[in-house]
C-alpha cells in the first residue's frame, strides 16, 4: 500500500548549487482510498530535484483535520526531534502556525498549489506543481545542514466523537548539504 514518493512539505530543488543540495532516499506514502486517489512524486534533472502531487479528493472533508509533522535530525548517530506537532487546519492557519519551521514551510508551499491549506476540503483535483526553494528561502536558515527523517500524517475526525480515520501519511529520508563548487 505505499509507493515511493516525498513528503508534501520538504521537498527541495535548490536553483543555487554552490549553497546547499538536498537528497531523497526511502520515500514512502500512503492515501486512504476511500478518501483519494493519485501520485506523489520527484523530480531529478541534474541534481535539482523538485515535489509534485496530483490527487484527486473524491469526498468533503470538514470537522478537524489534524496533521502531524515528525521531523527529525540525525546529530552524532542518533535522531533528535525539531518538529512533532498536531496541527487542526480546521482552525489554524498552517501559515499562521506558532512553530517557525513549520510556518515557513506552509508559506514556501503556498507559491505552488492550488488549494488552502485550511479545510474544508472539497472534492477535485489537489496539485502541487513542483515545488522548489531557491538559494533565499528563509527554511534554509531554520535548517541546518545534516540527515533527516520527516514523517507527516493526517487524520479525519468529523465529530468530536467520531473515530479518527487516517487521510495520508508519507515519509522519507533526506540530506541537506552544502554542495561543493
Not at 1 to 22: E, G, N, W
Not at 38 to 46: A, D, E, P, R, V
Not at 119 to 133: A, I, K, S, V
Amino acid at each position: 500500500m505505499f509507493k515511493h514518493c516525498a513528503v508534501l512539505v520538504l521537498l527541495v530543488q535548490l536553483i543555487d548549487r554552490s549553497t546547499a543540495v538536498v537528497r531523497f532516499e526511502n520515500l514512502k506514502y500512503e492515501l486512504n482510498k476511500d478518501y483519494m486517489h493519485g501520485n506523489i512524486f520527484i523530480k531529478s534533472q541534474n541534481d535539482k530535484y523538485s515535489f509534485g502531487a496530483d490527487v484527486e479528493l473524491a469526498k468533503k472533508i470538514e470537522g478537524s483535520v489534524i496533521v502531524t509533522p515528525h521531523l527529525q535530525h540525525l546529530i552524532k548517530g542518533e535522531y533528535h526531534t525539531m518538529v512533532n506537532i498536531d496541527l487542526d487546519t480546521c482552525k489554524v492557519d498552517p501559515v499562521m502556525s506558532e512553530n517557525p519551521i513549520v510556518r515557513t514551510i506552509a508559506k514556501e508551499s503556498t507559491k505552488f498549489i492550488n488549494f488552502s491549506l485550511m479545510c474544508p476540503y472539497n472534492p477535485g483535483r489537489y496539485l502541487l506543481n513542483d515545488f522548489t526553494l531557491d538559494s533565499e528561502s528563509p527554511l534554509l536558515k531554520l535548517i541546518p545542514n545534516g540527515k533527516y527523517k520527516m514523517q507527516l500524517k493526517a487524520t479525519h475526525h468529523p465529530t468530536p466523537d467520531a473515530t479518527p480515520t487516517m487521510l495520508f501519511e508519507y515519509s522519507i529520508d533526506f540530506e541537506l548539504f552544502a554542495a561543493t563548487s
